[in-house]
Every structure is written in C-alpha cells, then in structure tokens.
C-alpha cells in the first residue's frame, strides 16, 4: 500500500532539519516506506561495518531489530546515541539463547573437560550479553555472510566449535563449506539437563550447535522447494543459510540478504528465480527486476513481524522527538558487556 502522503513529508520535513546530526540505516528486511529514508541499507554485517561511517552523527536511527541496534552501539563512539524506532523490534532467535543458559552450558563443556578447546561462534543475531560470552571466551562473531571464514579461523583456534544461536546458519556452513559431516555436529538443547547430551557424544563432537532458529526461515520447508520446481520449470531457487538443512541442500543458491540482492543484479534478462528469505525483500527485488520472473519461495506469507514494527508512524515519532530535543529509546550496552562483546565484533571485523 501507498505510505500516507502526510507522514512522508514530515519524515522528509525531519530528517532535512536533523541534516547530518542524524544517521539513519536500514536493514533489508525493513518495509518499503522506511527503507526510502534510510541513509544506508544493508544485511547484518554491512550494517554493523557502516554503523561506525558517520563519526559526526549525534543520533544513530537503527530500522531494523534490537541485536543490531545493540552492536551499532557497542560500535559506535560515546557522543552518538542509537535509537531503535520501536522497543518490540526484537528477534525471537536471538531471544532462544540467555546468558544464564549459556553460561551454564559452558560448564557443561567444562565438566565435560572439553571447555579448553572449544571455541564460541555467535551468530549476530544475539543480544550484547552472548556477544559478551563469546568475547571472553576468545570466541568470534559471524554473520550469514562470513561465517564460513569465522568458522575456518575457529578451527584454526580450537578443536571443536559452540555455535549460538542458528542451529541452521551453524550445521549448514559446518555441512557445506566446512566440509564437516552431520554426525559431526550435536545439537544442544537449553532445556534439558546437559542440553540433552552424554559427555561422550559432546566430546565426540566438532560442532555443538545451539538449539535456536528463525521462525520466519523456518517456515520454507522442501516441500516448497519442489512445489516451486514443479510450478516453475527452469527455475533458480536461492535461499538464506538460516533455512533448515534439506531446504538449503534442496536450494540452487545459498546466501546473505545481500548475496541475494548481488545475485539477482547479475543474474540474465528472462530468467526465473524463488527466493526463500523475508518477505519485503522479495518483494523489492520483484519489483526492482520486472525483466525476471522473481517470486517467494512458499505460498504463504512470511514477513518478520519485529522487522516489520518498524514503520513509518515509528519513524517519524523517532525523528520528529529528535528535532523537538527529546532522545527516544536509546538503547545502551553497559561498558563491562560492551568491552567483551566489541572483542568479539573486532575479531570478526578483523577476520579476512
Ligand atoms: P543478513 O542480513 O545478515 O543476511 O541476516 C538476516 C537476518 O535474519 C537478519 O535478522
Ligand atoms: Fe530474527 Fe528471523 Fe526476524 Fe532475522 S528474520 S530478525 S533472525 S526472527
């Protein structure tokens, strides 16, 4: 639907008068109406690398959720302040994995006297205190777009690897690029006793994977993938690593939201393509390529919907309040967490 003509004049009114006091970014998942604001778009880790690009920006306006309005905090210097349009902009995978679980998961391991050559791995989409974890522990973050490469210097540090929170991003890099087997891979569950797990099979294990996942990837099941094969012959299926295993063994394609947009700007005049990642980026990029046949990979409709709490009425309050003197929701990461979880985003920033 068309943005209310009103809003978006004062959206631009706003944002002119905040000039370049403010900095808005946008996450590709993030619906049409805020995505024309944002100063820069981007998947996670681009996100996270350009949170720092504007030194001289007091507001920092994140529209995406609120792990990555944490990391841009936790980035970014002291005089600018990040702010998250809409509180609820969370993530419900990030959500499955507490510190209190992790922490007592790593005594798991310890007990298990393997704690010494395991290396965490987490996944962006984690709040500050397991990035903190990971930190400490001399682990790194990855995003869907480096995690083979955090995975490869990993192993380079330590024997095995706790991969938090995307069981799925975790097996199907270990699968597809690790070349690792899935009898490799254990899965830890927070809520059983020693996540589920004998100490024989942990120590057996090269990769201990968290039991989260995304519920809007979740959902692309393989019957989508040969329902879309069967509907449209001839077509290329891309999908997101955060999809289940079959579904991204099943895929043609497998990458970050912005190897996907990369791919279908390369991709030949006529050909099809089922793209199995949130909705409003599908549909961007069906928009953005009327020469391509370019559809979602389910029949359903799969938007995420804290992704999406982010609109334009949030927005506009956000910048509206700023050009009024009020900073709304700023989100902080208190300076112990902070230091270990920038270790960690370092490290991954570092990795080559
Ligand atoms: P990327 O933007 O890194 O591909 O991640 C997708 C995602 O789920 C962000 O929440
Ligand atoms: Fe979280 Fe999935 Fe939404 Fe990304 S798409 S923010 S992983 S719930």
Not at 1 to 7: E, I
Not at 92 to 101: F, L, P
Not at 201 to 204: A, F, V
Not at 287 to 293: L, T
């Given at each position: 639907?068309?943005?209310?003509?009103?809003?978006?004049e004062?959206?631009?009114?706003?944002?002119?008068t905040?000039?370049d006091?403010?900095f808005?970014l946008?996450?590709?998942?993030?619906?049409?109406?805020?995505?024309?604001?944002?100063?820069?778009?981007?998947?996670s880790?681009?996100?996270?690398?350009?949170?720092?690009?504007?030194?001289?920006?007091?507001y920092?306006?994140?529209?995406?959720?609120?792990?990555?309005?944490e990391?841009?905090?936790?980035l970014?210097?002291?005089?600018q302040q990040?702010?998250?349009?809409?509180?609820?902009?969370?993530?419900?995978?990030?959500?499955?994995?507490?510190?209190?679980?992790?922490?007592?998961?790593w005594?798991?391991?310890?007990?298990?006297?393997?704690?010494?050559?395991?290396?965490?791995?987490?996944?962006?989409?984690?709040s500050?205190?397991?990035?903190?974890?990971?930190?400490?522990?001399?682990?790194?973050?990855?995003?869907?777009?480096?995690?083979?490469?955090?995975?490869?210097?990993?192993?380079?540090q330590?024997q095995?690897?706790?991969?938090?929170?995307d069981?799925?991003?975790g097996r199907?890099?270990?699968?597809?690029?690790?070349?690792l087997?899935?009898?490799?891979?254990?899965l830890?569950?927070?809520?059983?006793?020693?996540?589920?797990?004998?100490e024989q099979?942990?120590?057996?294990a090269?990769?201990?994977?968290?039991?989260?996942?995304?519920?809007?990837?979740?959902?692309?099941?393989?019957?989508?993938?040969?329902?879309?094969?069967?509907?449209?012959?001839g077509?290329?299926v891309l999908?997101?690593?955060?999809?289940?295993?079959?579904?991204?063994?099943?895929?043609?394609?497998?990458?970050?939201?912005?190897?996907?947009?990369?791919?279908?700007d390369?991709?030949?005049p006529?050909?099809?393509?089922?793209?199995?990642?949130?909705?409003?980026?599908?549909r961007?990029?069906a928009?953005?390529?009327?020469?391509?046949?370019v559809v979602?990979?389910d029949?359903?409709?799969?938007?995420?919907?804290?992704m999406?709490?982010?609109d334009?009425?949030?927005?506009?309050?956000?910048?509206?309040?700023?050009?009024?003197?009020?900073?709304?929701n700023?989100?902080?990461?208190?300076?112990?967490?902070?230091?270990?979880?920038k270790?960690?985003?370092?490290?991954?920033?570092?990795?080559?």
């Open positions: 639907a068309a943005s209310d003509p009103d809003l978006v004062r959206a631009r009114a706003a944002k002119a905040l000039g006091r403010v808005i946008g996450h590709h998942y993030q619906r049409d109406e805020v995505i024309e604001f944002a100063d820069v778009t981007g998947d880790f681009k996100l996270a690398r350009d949170a720092a690009a504007r030194p001289e920006a007091e920092i306006v994140f529209c995406g959720v609120h792990f990555m309005a990391s841009a905090d936790i970014t210097g002291p005089a990040v702010i998250l349009p809409d509180l609820a902009a969370g993530c419900s995978m990030a959500d499955m994995a507490t510190a209190e679980q992790v922490a007592e998961c005594d798991v391991l310890t007990d298990a006297g393997i704690a010494d050559v395991t290396v965490p791995v987490s996944y962006m989409n984690s500050a205190d397991i990035k903190a974890f990971t930190g400490k522990h001399g682990g790194t973050i990855c995003t869907s777009s480096n995690a083979e490469r955090a995975l490869e210097w990993a192993f380079e330590g095995k690897v706790l991969f938090l929170p069981q799925h991003l199907n890099t270990a699968v597809r690029e690790m070349g087997s899935l009898d490799d891979c254990v830890y569950n927070p809520h059983k006793p020693n996540g589920g797990l004998t099979q942990l120590r057996d090269k990769m201990i994977l968290w039991r989260g996942h995304c519920s809007v990837h979740g959902r692309f099941s393989l019957d989508s993938v040969n329902d879309v094969r069967a509907r449209i012959p077509v290329t999908v997101h690593p955060e999809c289940k295993h079959e579904v991204v063994s099943a895929a043609d394609m497998v990458g970050s939201t912005e190897y996907i947009i990369k791919a279908l390369a991709a030949e006529g050909s099809k393509w089922a793209i199995g990642t949130e909705l409003n980026l599908v961007r990029l928009k953005a390529h009327p020469d391509k046949e979602f990979l029949r359903a409709v799969c938007f995420c919907s804290t999406n709490r982010i334009l009425p949030h927005l506009v309050w956000a910048l509206e309040s700023l050009v009024e003197g009020r900073v709304p700023v989100i902080t990461v208190d300076p112990e967490t902070e230091k270990y979880a270790a960690a985003l370092d490290r991954m920033l570092a990795l080559p």
